[in-house]
């Protein structure tokens, strides 16, 4: 490679820049322009920044006021059970084998009633599936029976759980484990060290 001169170039104005070729400073020169600045805009004053981390607020009163209006919801009967989605009855298939295709779900809940939308995730890096499906169907009654009937069955040489994706009241744990009870052992070691 060819050495070559690399001149460092100042674009800031100096004292010396504002001369005349014949040596006198030019008091009448006119001044720079200022550019726009592409964050404000250009204006003198600072751009207003909207959204949820910019807010000045005064006091948490205003953000309680602001907080407490009314959201939409979908209607519900109140007490626990199930919770229709926006489109349908959508209930939660796990267990599901890993090398399960829709075809094999379309085919196993179809018979409970018409599928609106059935979705099967599968792992971006194996390409097999997660392990899980949602299904939706028009009508509730339509998904109940397909949880009562499918729920425990074998699809795929693999047990599969059938329940609601969404419910309302607090969650009921199918696979709850039992409470843990202390054996004579341990309730004599905590009578006789406390």
């Known amino acids: 490679m060819a050495n070559t001169e690399v001149e460092a170039v100042d674009f800031e104005p100096e004292d010396d820049d504002l001369m005349d070729e014949d040596g006198g400073v030019d008091v009448d020169a006119a001044p720079m322009p200022k550019l726009k600045s ?8 600072p751009k207003r920044t909207k959204g949820r981390g910019f807010r000045q607020e ?6 309680n006021t602001r907080l407490a ?6 209607d519900s009967d109140g007490g626990p059970g199930p919770e229709r989605s926006i489109e349908g009855w959508i209930i939660l298939v796990t267990g599901v084998h890993e090398e399960a295709q829709e075809d094999d ?5 179809g018979e409970f009633g018409e599928i609106k ?6 792992d971006r890096r194996t390409g097999f599936v997660k392990g899980y499906a949602l299904i939706e169907y028009e009508k509730r009654d339509e998904a109940q029976k397909a949880i009562s ?3 425990g069955t074998e ?9 609601w994706a969404f419910s309302r009241g607090p969650f009921k744990r199918r696979n709850m484990r039992r409470r843990y009870v202390p054996c004579e052992i341990t309730v004599a070691y905590k009578q006789i060290h406390l």
């Open 58 to 63: 005064t006091d948490a009163a205003d953000r």
């Open 149 to 151: 009937e499918m729920d």
């Open 69 to 74: 209006g009314r959201f939409d919801s979908l």
């Open 117 to 122: 939308n059935l979705h099967l995730n599968l």
């Open 38 to 45: 592409a964050i404000t805009g250009g204006a003198s004053e």
């Open 155 to 163: 699809l795929l040489t693999q047990n599969i759980t059938v329940d």
């Open 105 to 109: 779900l379309q085919n196993a809940f």
